[in-house]
Protein backbone atom coordinates (compact mmCIF):
# COMPACT_ATOMS: atom_id res chain seq x y z
CA UNK A 1 0.00 0.00 0.00
CA UNK A 2 0.88 3.37 -0.48
CA UNK A 3 0.36 6.40 2.07
CA UNK A 4 1.05 9.59 0.81
CA UNK A 5 1.40 12.64 3.11
CA UNK A 6 1.09 16.46 3.05
CA UNK A 7 3.91 17.93 5.23
CA UNK A 8 2.81 21.21 6.49
CA UNK A 9 -0.02 21.35 9.18
CA UNK A 10 0.00 16.91 9.09
CA UNK A 11 3.26 16.01 9.85
CA UNK A 12 5.13 19.24 10.99
CA UNK A 13 5.25 22.95 11.62
CA UNK A 14 7.53 24.72 9.12
CA UNK A 15 9.20 28.56 10.03
CA UNK A 16 7.56 30.45 7.41
CA UNK A 17 4.78 32.37 8.87
CA UNK A 18 6.24 33.17 12.27
CA UNK A 19 10.18 33.74 11.60
CA UNK A 20 11.15 33.42 7.59
CA UNK A 21 7.94 35.96 6.22
CA UNK A 22 8.67 38.30 9.10
CA UNK A 23 12.53 38.54 8.76
CA UNK A 24 11.74 38.99 4.68
CA UNK A 25 9.51 41.92 5.40
CA UNK A 26 11.62 43.63 8.19
CA UNK A 27 14.88 42.98 5.54
CA UNK A 28 12.71 44.71 2.58
CA UNK A 29 11.52 47.69 4.47
CA UNK A 30 15.20 48.49 5.96
CA UNK A 31 16.81 48.24 2.85
CA UNK A 32 14.05 50.81 1.31
CA UNK A 33 14.60 52.98 4.45
CA UNK A 34 18.34 52.95 3.34
CA UNK A 35 17.49 54.72 0.21
CA UNK A 36 17.95 58.19 -0.59
CA UNK A 37 15.50 58.24 -2.92
CA UNK A 38 12.31 56.68 -0.99
CA UNK A 39 9.34 58.57 -2.39
CA UNK A 40 10.56 57.72 -6.03
CA UNK A 41 11.53 53.91 -5.14
CA UNK A 42 7.95 53.04 -4.43
CA UNK A 43 5.44 52.77 -6.60
CA UNK A 44 2.19 52.52 -4.32
CA UNK A 45 0.02 56.19 -4.24
CA UNK A 46 -1.50 55.19 -0.91
CA UNK A 47 1.48 54.56 1.17
CA UNK A 48 2.75 57.56 2.93
CA UNK A 49 6.30 58.81 2.18
CA UNK A 50 8.07 57.73 5.35
CA UNK A 51 8.12 54.52 3.54
CA UNK A 52 5.62 50.78 3.15
CA UNK A 53 4.71 48.85 6.22
CA UNK A 54 6.29 45.58 6.90
CA UNK A 55 2.14 44.61 6.67
CA UNK A 56 1.89 46.49 2.96
CA UNK A 57 5.17 44.97 2.01
CA UNK A 58 3.53 41.45 2.48
CA UNK A 59 0.83 42.34 0.65
CA UNK A 60 2.75 42.94 -2.12
CA UNK A 61 4.26 39.48 -1.65
CA UNK A 62 0.93 38.16 -1.01
CA UNK A 63 -0.38 39.49 -4.13
CA UNK A 64 2.35 38.05 -5.86
CA UNK A 65 2.04 34.40 -5.08
CA UNK A 66 -1.98 34.83 -5.95
CA UNK A 67 -1.18 35.87 -9.26
CA UNK A 68 1.04 32.96 -9.87
CA UNK A 69 -1.76 30.90 -8.16
CA UNK A 70 -4.43 31.80 -11.00
CA UNK A 71 -1.73 31.15 -13.47
CA UNK A 72 -1.11 27.82 -12.27
CA UNK A 73 2.31 28.95 -12.48
CA UNK A 74 4.07 26.66 -10.05
CA UNK A 75 6.18 29.07 -9.03
CA UNK A 76 4.12 30.45 -6.52
CA UNK A 77 5.53 28.54 -4.13
CA UNK A 78 9.01 30.03 -4.97
CA UNK A 79 9.80 32.88 -2.24
CA UNK A 80 12.70 33.60 -3.77
CA UNK A 81 11.72 34.34 -6.45
CA UNK A 82 8.60 36.09 -5.23
CA UNK A 83 10.84 38.11 -2.63
CA UNK A 84 13.36 39.22 -5.93
CA UNK A 85 10.37 40.73 -7.47
CA UNK A 86 9.24 42.29 -4.43
CA UNK A 87 12.40 44.22 -4.25
CA UNK A 88 11.69 44.97 -7.76
CA UNK A 89 8.35 46.47 -7.34
CA UNK A 90 10.11 48.60 -4.44
CA UNK A 91 12.80 49.74 -6.09
CA UNK A 92 15.48 48.72 -4.53
CA UNK A 93 18.49 45.82 -4.90
CA UNK A 94 17.87 42.63 -2.15
CA UNK A 95 19.91 39.54 -1.96
CA UNK A 96 17.77 37.58 0.28
CA UNK A 97 18.26 33.79 0.59
CA UNK A 98 14.95 32.46 1.82
CA UNK A 99 16.61 29.01 1.75
CA UNK A 100 19.22 29.79 4.40
CA UNK A 101 16.46 31.90 6.17
CA UNK A 102 14.68 28.62 6.60
CA UNK A 103 17.75 26.38 7.81
CA UNK A 104 18.79 29.41 10.25
CA UNK A 105 15.40 29.01 11.96
CA UNK A 106 15.35 24.98 11.58
CA UNK A 107 15.33 24.77 15.61
CA UNK A 108 12.79 24.36 17.90
CA UNK A 109 10.45 26.13 18.65
CA UNK A 110 10.47 27.61 15.05
CA UNK A 111 10.07 24.45 13.91
CA UNK A 112 8.39 21.03 15.51
CA UNK A 113 6.81 17.67 14.46
CA UNK A 114 3.24 16.47 15.55
CA UNK A 115 4.14 13.60 17.99
CA UNK A 116 1.17 11.96 16.51
CA UNK A 117 2.69 11.82 13.31
CA UNK A 118 6.17 10.55 13.90
CA UNK A 119 4.33 7.78 15.84
CA UNK A 120 2.12 6.60 12.57
CA UNK A 121 5.12 7.18 10.11
CA UNK A 122 7.03 4.64 12.66
CA UNK A 123 4.52 2.39 12.51
CA UNK A 124 3.97 2.51 9.16
CA UNK A 125 7.51 2.20 8.14
CA UNK A 126 7.79 -1.34 10.21
CA UNK A 127 4.72 -2.99 8.06
CA UNK A 128 7.04 -1.77 4.85
CA UNK A 129 4.41 0.91 3.41
CA UNK A 130 5.63 2.71 0.72
CA UNK A 131 5.68 6.16 1.90
CA UNK A 132 5.49 9.43 0.35
CA UNK A 133 5.42 13.44 0.67
CA UNK A 134 3.58 15.35 -1.55
CA UNK A 135 3.75 19.22 -0.50
CA UNK A 136 3.59 22.90 -2.28
CA UNK A 137 6.90 23.88 -0.90
CA UNK A 138 9.72 23.78 -2.36
CA UNK A 139 12.38 20.82 -1.76
CA UNK A 140 15.09 23.62 -0.85
CA UNK A 141 12.51 24.94 1.69
CA UNK A 142 11.13 21.50 3.16
CA UNK A 143 14.42 19.15 3.49
CA UNK A 144 16.15 21.41 5.90
CA UNK A 145 13.18 21.20 7.96
CA UNK A 146 12.40 17.42 7.68
CA UNK A 147 15.85 16.67 8.07
CA UNK A 148 16.03 18.71 11.44
CA UNK A 149 13.08 16.77 12.62
CA UNK A 150 14.70 13.45 11.60
CA UNK A 151 11.45 12.99 9.04
CA UNK A 152 13.40 12.85 5.87
CA UNK A 153 14.53 9.21 6.11
CA UNK A 154 10.51 8.01 6.55
CA UNK A 155 10.24 9.27 2.74
CA UNK A 156 10.99 6.93 -0.28
CA UNK A 157 10.34 9.86 -2.03
CA UNK A 158 9.59 13.95 -1.49
CA UNK A 159 7.70 15.25 -4.33
CA UNK A 160 7.79 19.31 -4.87
CA UNK A 161 6.64 21.55 -7.03
CA UNK A 162 9.96 22.75 -8.37
CA UNK A 163 10.66 18.70 -9.22
CA UNK A 164 7.71 18.30 -11.27
CA UNK A 165 6.61 21.92 -12.52
CA UNK A 166 3.10 21.14 -11.18
CA UNK A 167 1.57 22.21 -7.61
CA UNK A 168 -1.43 20.43 -5.86
CA UNK A 169 -4.03 20.13 -6.64
CA UNK A 170 -2.63 19.19 -9.94
CA UNK A 171 -2.87 16.09 -11.22
CA UNK A 172 0.64 16.14 -12.21
CA UNK A 173 1.87 16.49 -8.78
CA UNK A 174 0.02 13.10 -7.98
CA UNK A 175 2.90 11.62 -10.71
CA UNK A 176 5.15 10.10 -8.60
CA UNK A 177 2.25 7.39 -7.14
CA UNK A 178 2.70 4.54 -9.90
CA UNK A 179 0.10 2.57 -8.06
CA UNK A 180 -3.52 4.00 -7.79
CA UNK A 181 -5.16 1.44 -6.72
CA UNK A 182 -3.77 0.82 -3.57
CA UNK A 183 -3.57 4.60 -2.26
CA UNK A 184 -4.26 7.02 0.71
CA UNK A 185 -3.43 10.15 0.93
CA UNK A 186 -3.22 12.44 3.86
CA UNK A 187 -3.74 16.42 4.32
CA UNK A 188 -5.39 19.32 5.57
CA UNK A 189 -6.99 21.00 2.56
CA UNK A 190 -10.29 19.75 1.18
CA UNK A 191 -9.05 21.46 -2.21
CA UNK A 192 -5.27 20.47 -2.71
CA UNK A 193 -5.05 17.41 -0.13
CA UNK A 194 -9.00 15.62 -0.73
CA UNK A 195 -10.25 16.90 -3.83
CA UNK A 196 -6.74 16.58 -5.65
CA UNK A 197 -6.11 12.93 -4.50
CA UNK A 198 -9.54 11.66 -4.49
CA UNK A 199 -10.60 12.27 -8.18
CA UNK A 200 -7.18 10.32 -9.29
CA UNK A 201 -8.42 7.42 -6.83
CA UNK A 202 -6.71 7.79 -3.40
CA UNK A 203 -8.81 6.99 -0.39
CA UNK A 204 -8.46 10.24 1.64
CA UNK A 205 -8.37 11.16 4.95
CA UNK A 206 -8.94 15.35 6.36
CA UNK A 207 -6.48 15.87 9.47
CA UNK A 208 -8.81 18.99 11.28
CA UNK A 209 -6.69 18.65 14.29
CA UNK A 210 -9.24 21.51 15.96
CA UNK A 211 -12.34 19.31 15.84
CA UNK A 212 -15.80 20.87 17.44
CA UNK A 213 -16.41 18.79 20.49
CA UNK A 214 -19.86 17.54 18.88
CA UNK A 215 -17.33 15.68 16.54
CA UNK A 216 -14.77 14.20 19.23
CA UNK A 217 -16.45 10.84 20.08
CA UNK A 218 -17.74 9.97 16.69
CA UNK A 219 -15.68 8.08 14.80
CA UNK A 220 -13.19 8.98 11.86
CA UNK A 221 -16.44 7.67 9.20
CA UNK A 222 -18.89 8.74 11.47
CA UNK A 223 -17.64 12.29 11.76
CA UNK A 224 -17.86 12.17 7.63
CA UNK A 225 -21.21 10.76 7.48
CA UNK A 226 -22.96 12.83 10.33
CA UNK A 227 -24.58 16.02 10.19
CA UNK A 228 -22.27 17.77 11.96
CA UNK A 229 -19.64 16.65 9.93
CA UNK A 230 -21.52 17.18 6.75
CA UNK A 231 -21.69 20.90 8.09
CA UNK A 232 -17.99 21.22 8.83
CA UNK A 233 -17.04 20.15 5.85
CA UNK A 234 -19.19 22.37 4.13
CA UNK A 235 -17.62 25.16 5.89
CA UNK A 236 -14.40 24.12 4.73
CA UNK A 237 -15.69 23.70 1.48
CA UNK A 238 -17.11 27.18 1.16
CA UNK A 239 -13.72 28.91 2.93
CA UNK A 240 -11.96 27.35 0.54
CA UNK A 241 -13.92 28.07 -2.77
CA UNK A 242 -14.29 31.55 -1.47
CA UNK A 243 -10.66 31.75 -2.42
CA UNK A 244 -10.41 33.49 -6.08
CA UNK A 245 -6.53 32.45 -6.54
CA UNK A 246 -7.19 28.73 -8.13
CA UNK A 247 -7.48 28.96 -11.80
CA UNK A 248 -8.88 25.41 -11.30
CA UNK A 249 -11.96 26.53 -10.13
CA UNK A 250 -13.26 27.01 -13.78
CA UNK A 251 -13.50 23.09 -13.10
CA UNK A 252 -16.86 21.54 -12.31
CA UNK A 253 -16.66 20.18 -8.80
CA UNK A 254 -17.48 16.57 -8.21
CA UNK A 255 -18.88 16.92 -4.45
CA UNK A 256 -18.37 13.84 -3.70
CA UNK A 257 -14.76 14.34 -4.55
CA UNK A 258 -14.45 16.90 -2.11
CA UNK A 259 -15.63 14.53 0.63
CA UNK A 260 -12.65 12.33 2.38
CA UNK A 261 -13.09 8.99 3.86
CA UNK A 262 -12.51 9.46 6.90
CA UNK A 263 -11.83 13.26 9.59
CA UNK A 264 -8.97 12.84 12.10
CA UNK A 265 -7.91 15.04 14.83
CA UNK A 266 -4.95 12.12 15.58
CA UNK A 267 -2.96 10.77 12.97
CA UNK A 268 -3.22 7.55 15.16
CA UNK A 269 -6.71 7.04 14.76
CA UNK A 270 -5.46 6.15 10.86
CA UNK A 271 -3.96 2.68 11.92
CA UNK A 272 -6.97 0.60 12.26
CA UNK A 273 -7.75 1.63 8.50
CA UNK A 274 -4.45 1.61 6.89
CA UNK A 275 -4.00 -2.29 7.29
Same mark, same amino acid.
Given at each position: ???S????G??? %? ?15 QE ?22 ? %? %? %???D ?6 Q ?7 Y ?14 T ?11 ? &? ?7 A ?30 Y ?5 K ?28 ? &? ?27 ? #? ?19 S ?5 ? #? ?13 Q ?28
Open positions: MIVFDLDVLM %ENPFIDHVFPAITARLLWKSRTDQRAAFRKETVEASGPT %E %E %EIWIILNKHAKLKAANRAYDWDLITKETAELGIEAEIEVAEL &VKKNCTPPIKSYRDGRDLLCWLRKKDFLLLAITNGFAKQEPVLALALDKCFKTIITPDRLKAFKPEAKIFAG &VKNKSDWWHIGDSLFMDVWGASRLGAETA #LVKRDLPESLTSMSPEERVSSEGQKL #LNRLATKEAARQDFFKKEKLNPEEMRPKLIVDNLKQLKKFLV
